[in-house]
């Protein structure tokens, strides 16, 4: 633990309390996948009570967001697809409108309604064979951003076909994320990390004044770091294929899908994006999979703030404009 002491600055007559500040840490399980909570506050008993309200604020978003909660509003837009609009919270709604905003700017590579077709591919271990073309085409009849109706007046939102399903698997951690470091700024937190399995956004500065030094994971050995970066006020989330994914007949098939054919997204092992905002980050970096390198890069290359880092199966690294990696 990294500690200053509390030094009485006296500069003229007028006396300066600068008070000691202290990084505090804590790590747990949330959403499903493990969680850190870095912050810095005078006291561990402050940052305890701050870290417990930013763990409070992440499992109230879960509660909106989460797929197995059949008593989350999520699971209700869901359990009443094809049937009828079902009124929700104006966050969820809002979630859901960037959601669809996000699908829009990457062409349907990213589909918060891919959902339904994660009855076909499993990536607990469970799945034997690969799925039939047939039941791959037939998964994504029902998948389809368009087919999201929203209703801002009336908060609803209403999945237009039967059996069809959003879920927030690649956008939700990132929007917990940056949740958590507003909720944090509000209390008056001057500086953290929260980092939700690998979705990391940043404020404020270490102790010392130097920035958060945050590590992105080496996709060909995820036991090392692959870079470690100088992060000031803003997120950096990484998407690997090495977590999540079964192998056929020697091929490897990610958990990233592309919603336009059913297939997992190939070509690429890991992509790490730079954004203000953890919610951002999350999405385009799972887009970026399905984008494939060219189109992903290019598409960051448009959007102001965006930066990218892309390795594809072949271990070579790509990167955006104005991302430069230097080679000792
Ligand atoms: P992780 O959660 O492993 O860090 P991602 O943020 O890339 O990785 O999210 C992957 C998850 O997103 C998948 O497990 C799935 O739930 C969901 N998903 C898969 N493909 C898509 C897609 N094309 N668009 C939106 N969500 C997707
Ligand atoms: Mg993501």
């Given at each position: 633990m990294l500690r200053q002491f509390s030094i009485l600055l006296v500069c003229g007559l007028v006396?300066?309390?600068?008070?000691?500040?202290?990084?505090?840490?804590?790590?747990?399980?949330?959403m499903g996948s493990s969680f850190e909570i870095t912050i810095v506050a005078p006291t561990p008993a402050e940052a305890d009570t701050h870290i417990d309200a930013a763990i409070a604020e992440i499992q109230r978003i879960e509660q909106l967001i989460s797929s197995w909660d059949s008593a989350s509003e999520t699971s209700q837009i869901n359990r009443y697809a094809g049937e009828k609009p079902?009124?929700?919270a104006p966050e969820l709604l809002a979630l859901i409108q960037r959601?669809?905003?996000?699908?829009?700017?990457?062409?349907?590579?990213f589909?918060?309604?891919?959902?339904?077709?994660?009855?076909?591919?499993?990536?607990?271990?469970?799945?034997?064979h690969m799925p039939t073309?047939?039941?791959?085409?037939?998964?994504?009849?029902?998948?389809?951003f368009q087919h999201i109706e929203i209703d801002t007046a009336a908060s609803t939102v209403y999945l237009r076909k039967k059996g069809m399903k959003i879920g927030f698997g690649a956008i939700g951690?990132?929007?917990?994320?940056?949740?958590?470091?507003?909720?944090?700024?509000?209390?008056?937190?001057?500086a953290g990390i929260i980092n939700a399995s690998g979705d990391m956004t940043t404020w404020g500065s270490k102790i010392d004044g130097t920035p958060w030094q945050v590590a992105i994971?080496?996709?060909?050995?995820?036991?090392?770091?692959?870079?470690?970066?100088?992060?000031?006020?803003?997120?950096?989330?990484?998407?690997?294929?090495?977590?999540?994914?079964?192998?056929?007949?020697?091929?490897?098939?990610?958990?990233?899908?592309?919603?336009?054919?059913?297939?997992?997204?190939?070509?690429?092992?890991?992509?790490?994006?730079?954004?203000?905002?953890?919610?951002?980050?999350?999405?385009?970096?799972?887009?970026?999979?399905?984008?494939?390198r060219t189109t992903g890069i290019n598409r960051v290359n448009q959007l102001k703030g965006v930066e990218c880092i892309v390795i594809d199966a072949a271990g070579a690294i790509h990167?955006?404009?104005?991302?430069?990696?230097?080679?000792?």
């Amino acid at each position: 633990m990294l500690r200053q002491f509390s030094i009485l600055l006296v500069c003229g007559l007028v006396p300066m309390i600068v008070t000691a500040q202290q990084i505090t840490k804590r790590a747990l399980l949330l959403m499903g996948s493990s969680f850190e909570i870095t912050i810095v506050a005078p006291t561990p008993a402050e940052a305890d009570t701050h870290i417990d309200a930013a763990i409070a604020e992440i499992q109230r978003i879960e509660q909106l967001i989460s797929s197995w909660d059949s008593a989350s509003e999520t699971s209700q837009i869901n359990r009443y697809a094809g049937e009828k609009p079902v009124t929700v919270a104006p966050e969820l709604l809002a979630l859901i409108q960037r959601a669809i905003a996000i699908a829009q700017l990457t062409d349907g590579a990213f589909d918060i309604s891919y959902a339904s077709m994660d009855r076909i591919w499993k990536f607990d271990g469970t799945m034997q064979h690969m799925p039939t073309k047939e039941a791959i085409a037939a998964s994504v009849a029902k998948v389809g951003f368009q087919h999201i109706e929203i209703d801002t007046a009336a908060s609803t939102v209403y999945l237009r076909k039967k059996g069809m399903k959003i879920g927030f698997g690649a956008i939700g951690k990132g929007y917990a994320a940056d949740r958590a470091k507003a909720l944090m700024l509000s209390r008056g937190v001057t500086a953290g990390i929260i980092n939700a399995s690998g979705d990391m956004t940043t404020w404020g500065s270490k102790i010392d004044g130097t920035p958060w030094q945050v590590a992105i994971t080496n996709p060909m050995n995820k036991n090392k770091a692959f870079a470690l970066l100088p992060v000031i006020d803003g997120a950096v989330v990484t998407s690997g294929d090495y977590e999540k994914y079964v192998t056929f007949d020697g091929n490897r098939y990610t958990h990233i899908i592309d919603p336009r054919t059913g297939y997992p997204a190939t070509g690429i092992v890991s992509v790490t994006v730079f954004a203000p905002k953890a919610e951002l980050a999350d999405a385009l970096a799972t887009s970026i999979f399905v984008m494939g390198r060219t189109t992903g890069i290019n598409r960051v290359n448009q959007l102001k703030g965006v930066e990218c880092i892309v390795i594809d199966a072949a271990g070579a690294i790509h990167t955006s404009a104005h991302i430069h990696i230097t080679t000792p």
